[in-house]
């Protein structure tokens, strides 16, 4: 791993070297502000310029709740500065409200968990962290369908619904496995990487969000458009879970099958974003007007860029490298607030093509996927979902 670092340094220009250690330094001094604001509390969407809402309070089961502990142990690995540390330890103690109340719960606990208490585990061993990853990890592992080789999205009456979402938070099985020494997690993680593969990815590199499938065989039933514009169109964010998510599947699993969807998702993805300055629109296939903007999608995609950046062979790095260095930029260059007395960095993220209270606003998994894509850049970032 850390000749993958070095050698990715190298590959940098000096005006990109520049760039890195700018917008590290800007991530720091933001950081910093920040932790000292919001500390313990649980953000989601700030309100002119301040995280109001403390999902802790709100809604301990919401799916994002796990990405402001995952900047702050993305912080405390890179600086080593107690303050991160203190603030995510008693988050963590407030997402077991969501463990105890479990039916709130559904396929996102991988996003809630890895982000906090493994994260945790693997930077300071603490025992209880591991529980409760492995907590989450049979929840998740307790949704896989057998008859359909498939993890059900959301509650209630989606029992054959799954989502291109769920990739993302199959790391989480994979860890179990490994700590247990026990294969059914990372069978089921295959089972639905493989599903989704069928009905989920295309074969032009695009994604469908949602496929509902016969919970009693796993035929396919309909693919409705989810949060993108229609069935049929390509939500960016989407598209980013995919590239990403396949990426990880790769590196926990060596099936070169991942590899290559997440070869042709990063294709698609990249091709789309250069017609639009390297900042991808919320659906890919939506309507030339109106222009909505998602830039979630393109931190997330970079991370995902980056992770193929270091699997792949040397003729193709280049690719991956530089087409994540250039979504960061754009991001940074157009909708990045860096002043220390307001919430949240990175504005013009989308939670759906349709949406209305999330759309084309800061949300706190863009600043995530940010902090995590430059600390990866840097070598300095915790390796949350890989090995």
Known sequence: MQEERQERQERLNETERAW?????????TKMKAQVQRIGSKIPYIPQNGRYVED???????W????????????????TGEEAYRQAAEKLEEKLDRALEGYEGLHHDVGFMWLHSAVANYRLTGNPRSRTRGLHAANLLAGRYNPRGRFIRAWNEDCTGWIIVDCLMNLPLLYW????????????????????????????????????????????LIETPGGQGYESGSAWSRGQAWALYGTALG???????RYLQASKRTAHYFLANVAATDFVPLIDFRAPSEPIGFDTTAGACAACGLLELADIVGEHE???????????????????CDWNPERDSIV????????????YEVPIIYGDYFLIEAVLRLQGRDLRIWGL
């Not at 790769?250 to 070169?256: A, L, M």
């Not at 504005?347 to 999330?358: A, C, K, L, P, V």
């Open 63 to 78: 799916w994002t709740n796990g990405f402001w502990p995952g900047m702050l142990w993305q912080m405390y690995r890179a």
């Open 176 to 219: 179990a496995g490994r700590e247990t020494n026990d294969p059914r997690f990372a069978a089921i993680a295959k089972d639905h990487t493989d599903t989704s593969l069928i009905h989920l990815l295309r074969p032009d590199g695009s994604s469908n969000h949602i496929a509902v499938l016969d919970p009693n065989n796993g035929e």
């Open 317 to 335: 790095k280049e690719l991956y490298l530089r087409g994540a260095i250039r979504i960061l930029q754009a991001i940074d260059r157009r909708y």
């Open 20 to 28: 890195l250690n700018d917008i590290g330094s800007k991530i720091e």
């Open 250 to 256: 790769y590196v926990h699993t060596g099936e070169d």
């Open 55 to 61: 999902k802790a309070e709100t809604d301990i089961y």
């Open 347 to 358: 504005s013009h993220g989308s939670g759906s093509y349709h949406g209305r209270n999330d």
